[in-house]
């Protein structure tokens, strides 16, 4: 009975022993838990300690390598903790393009653990464009692309330009480096050995200006004038001079002996007439004299190339009104005076005046207007450049006029010459700026700044041979200059 | 004995005397919450920062805004968005042209004015499997007033869930419009309220006007336990507060694809907004966004960044068709352009409410 009974205490006490809970004090997992974001050369990850308390360990981090032997890694420490929970490791400067493997380590009591190991490739660098398109050597273009590094570099062919800034793996600021030889170069891309082409070649704003004629005109300084080109013959009258003397004449400039000379046509004081600048003109204001009253005029004239015909008389007083013509037809619209958006079409086939649909908004000459494809386009005052089809009376803004404009300043006034597809648009009043629009693709390049005096205001614009040539009036030292501006030459 | 007793006793109320427990509840840092997410429909994104203020009983102010961050968002071809913030500090708008693009991740990185930085998890933006048709039916729901139950209409939407691939669906009120129906010839009996001018015997009825529909549940579900199989549930409420159906309401409705953690966060989030106070809540939580400090991974970031496919919905929910509505509706009793006029006192001068429908305003005929 005894020795059961010890038989019995000795099981009891043996399963006693076996039902012991070793506790484990201490122990923690270890993930690698997520790949947070991969761009380029950086890579963001997630990793977690794991633990049902706080366990110091010595270090924590994760291991980046090529190959998943982990033999030549690339070690993010983030030093020594005791917290468990997640933590991220951020890595930068990876290859390009390339497969990695990362792991999450900790480091405790001196023993190295690892987690498991996830994989990601880094992306590969792509241009997707930039902007401007045409800027001055010496300004800024803003390349964008995807997963450039920070190491990029930019090259004009084979010169190379400062990066001022990469941003954020999207976006390169680069100073164009000075004009060369050539006003148009490809630009290449090196970012981490990879190197890209940019598809659209770069232009640089150039254009050289010369002064033809210092006293055109006469010495007068005309304004309010009409400006119109039959071909190859540039023609500007009527109007007023600064001084309020009667500008009653039409000048021609004759290459020949390069001077403007008068031509027989006269008229009464007539300003503020619209104009088709191709030969149709009239309307505006007659003033018998300097200090008379200004009687609304409805005379129009149409120069064919030979002689002055008159139109018969408008059914509407217009002044400072638009004046295109379209398809042989000659359209007056808007001014300061009556509604504003009027709309009248004179049609040389049946000699007459017709009332066509208003315009969307009040226009006036002040606003740079011109016809293209038998649309009539104008810049408005707040930049918008509008499209309008005179048939359909169909409007639509299609860009902006990308210079600022400075209200009562440099909104009125300009010109606008149509050459081939491209439309050269500038020169405000006081204002340098000259631009040239791709109408197929609707952009804007940057041509040289007009290096006249700024404070003048254009009184006519003409082109012969690719070269674009304007007068321009100033009220102080009051003169008329002749400009001519080569748009390719540096 | 007595000699002992007094001293007891001032003893025995001494012991009993209570201090108060100086507790100083920690304040920690203001958290950044992050709002905002980006969707398949080309427009201006917003993303709104804010400075979470520790809420509490004493008041310690209002929740900033968070202005000068630089804000990207990134998808997994690499390719970056910057975030322009507008003349309303905190808030960051994406270019108008800007789409998330189905099949694509996307990550929203944020580095504030003191030079924190902060990114999301990966959102996959999947195809939202389009609605069929949406319809609406009259409920009823009994409420704690004994007397008077709750009114509200149920929008159903019905739509067929892909087999065999996890699909995870969000729906979203927007601010709507509906028609405004007031009784100004009621204003000289009932007496209009104090400074409002006199209505003229001509003055508007119908107005049309804009509304957040109420509640502010969030419908959200997983498609677990209904994989591959026709739908037609549930996926919004708007309850009738006596105004809103008086005529026509067009509800706008956002029915989108959300992934899984973002299912998740937004179920959790709808869960804290339905407690009653009732024992069978489920215990207030801290919710985790998908925001992480890169600096700081302890760092408490609120909110949750998600992309989404979205598809526009509207329902015109006609009075004519409701089986029942709230009785007696609620009476205007002014012209319904001064709805929301204020007392001159106050200083406010309310917008007039406009007599004119929005312009796509098309419902069905009776």
């Known amino acids: 009975m005894k020795g059961r009974f010890t038989q019995i205490l000795f099981l009891t ?10 506790e484990e004090v201490g122990t923690l997992n270890l993930l690698t838990e997520e790949i947070v974001n991969v761009s380029g050369e950086r890579a963001v990850v997630l990793g977690r300690i794991i633990a049902f308390e706080n366990i110091p360990v010595e270090d924590h981090g994760f291991y980046f390598a090529e190959e998943e032997s982990f033999l030549d890694p690339i070690i993010i420490s983030l030093g020594a903790t005791e917290r468990p929970g997640r933590f991220v490791g951020e890595v930068s400067g990876l290859q390009l393009g390339r497969n990695y493997f990362v792991k999450a380590f900790v480091v405790r009591a001196g023993e190295m653990i690892f987690a498991n190991t996830l994989s990601f490739e880094t992306l590969n660098p792509a241009i997707l464009g930039y902007e401007p398109l045409v800027q001055f050597g010496g300004g800024e273009i803003v390349i964008t692309g995807i997963n450039l590094a920070d190491d990029t570099r930019v090259f004009f062919g084979d010169r190379e330009a400062e990066v001022r800034e990469v941003i954020f793996g999207f976006q390169v600021r680069v100073t164009v480096p000075p004009i060369a030889s050539s006003i148009s170069e490809q630009i290449r891309v090196v970012t981490r050995g990879i190197e890209l082409e940019v598809e659209t070649p770069f232009r640089y704003a150039v254009g050289r ?13 005309i304004v309010e004038n009409i400006y119109f080109q039959q071909g190859e013959r540039f023609f500007a009258g009527m109007g007023r001079d600064s001084g309020n003397q009667s500008t009653d004449f039409i000048w021609e400039y004759n290459f020949a002996q390069g001077e403007w000379v008068k031509t027989g046509f006269e008229a009464r004081m007539q300003r503020a007439a619209s104009d088709s600048h191709t030969g149709y003109f009239g309307g505006g204001f007659f003033q018998t004299s300097i200090f008379g ?3 609304p005029s409805d005379n129009y004239w ?18 400072d009104g638009f004046g295109y013509e379209i398809q042989g037809q000659f359209y007056i619209a808007g001014g300061t005076i009556g509604v504003g958006s009027q709309v009248y079409r004179y049609d040389p086939a049946s000699n007459a005046w017709e009332i066509r649909p208003n315009l969307p908004s009040n226009v006036d000459k002040g606003m740079v207007h011109f016809v ?12 918008n450049l509008i499209q309008y089809n005179p048939f359909t009376a169909q409007s639509q803004t299609v860009s902006r006029y990308p210079s600022p404009m400075i209200e009562n300043t440099t909104d009125s006034g300009g010109f606008a010459l149509v050459m081939g597809d491209k439309v050269f648009i500038g020169l405000y009043n006081n204002a340098r700026e000259i631009w040239e629009l791709d109408m197929e693709i609707l952009d804007w390049g940057r041509k040289q700044n007009f290096t006249g005096d700024a404070r003048g205001r254009i009184t006519g614009a003409y082109s012969k041979d690719g070269l674009l040539y304007f007068l321009r009036s100033y009220l102080i030292n009051p003169r008329t200059e002749f400009w001519e501006f080569d748009p390719e030459a540096f | 004995m007595k000699r002992f007793f007094f001293p007891f006793v001032l003893l025995v109320l001494l012991s009993t005397c209570i201090d108060p427990y100086g507790f100083n509840a920690e304040l920690g840092e203001q958290a950044l919450a992050v709002e905002g997410y980006i969707t398949t429909i080309p427009g201006h994104q917003e993303i709104r920062l804010r400075r979470a203020e520790v809420f509490g009983p004493d008041y310690i102010g209002i929740n900033r805004p968070e202005g000068l961050a630089t804000v990207l968002i990134k998808d997994d071809l690499g390719r970056v968005t910057r975030l322009v913030e507008q003349e309303q500090r905190g808030l960051y708008l994406t270019e108008e042209i800007f789409a998330a693009e189905t099949g694509r991740s996307y990550n929203l990185e944020i580095i504030t004015q003191n030079k924190k930085r902060y990114i999301s998890k990966a959102e996959l933006v999947r195809e939202v499997p389009k609605l069929d048709s ?31 691939q996890d699909n995870y669906y969000f729906w979203r009120t927007m601010e709507s419009d509906f028609v405004l129906i007031a009784e100004p010839d009621l204003e000289n009996i009932g007496g209009g309220p104090a400074g409002l001018p006199p209505c003229p015997p001509c003055c508007e009825k119908i107005c049309y006007h ?29 309850e009738d507060n006596g105004l809103r159906f008086k005529d026509t309401y067009r509800l706008e409705l956002q029915h989108m694809s959300v992934t899984q953690e973002t299912q998740r966060y937004l179920q959790l989030i709808d869960q804290q907004l339905r407690l009653t106070g009732s024992v069978f809540d489920p215990p207030p939580a801290n919710i985790r966004g998908n925001m992480i400090s890169l600096d700081d991974p302890d760092e408490l970031v609120l909110g949750q960044f998600f992309a989404v496919d979205i598809e526009q919905v509207q329902v015109y929910i006609q009075k004519s068709k409701l089986e029942f509505f709230r009785r007696p509706q609620t009476i205007v ?34």
């Not at chain 1, 293209?372 to 930049?383: C, P, T």
């Not at chain 2, 409920?139 to 892909?162: A, E, K, M, W």
């Not at chain 2, 009793?333 to 796509?360: E, K, M, N, W």
């Open chain 1, 372 to 383: 293209y494809n038998d649309h009539l386009y104008w810049i408005d005052r707040d930049n």
């Open chain 1, 13 to 22: 006490l043996l399963l006693f022993t076996f039902s012991c809970e070793i």
């Open chain 2, 134 to 164: 949406v319809t609406y039916r009259a409920v009823r729901i009994p409420s704690t007033d004994l007397l008077n139950d709750d009114y509200g209409v149920q929008v159903l939407g019905h739509f067929q869930d892909p087999k065999g």
């Open chain 1, 293 to 295: 009253p200004q009687i």
């Open chain 2, 333 to 366: 009793p002014r012209c319904c352009i001064h709805f929301l006029y204020q007392d001159p006192r106050t200083g406010y001068v309310a917008p007039l409410v406009p007599t004119t429908p929005p312009s796509d305003w098309n419902p069905p005929r009776d």
């Open chain 2, 210 to 238: 804009k509304d957040l529909p109420k509640p502010g549940n969030i419908f959200t579900v997983d498609d677990t336990e209904f994989d591959g199989l026709y739908q037609s549930r549930v996926i919004a409420f708007v």
């Open chain 1, 209 to 221: 200006f010369n002064l033809l004629d210092a006293n055109a005109l006469e010495g007068l300084s």
């Open chain 1, 302 to 319: 149409h120069f064919d190339g030979l002689e002055y015909k008159e139109l018969p008389p408008a059914p509407i007083n217009i002044s």
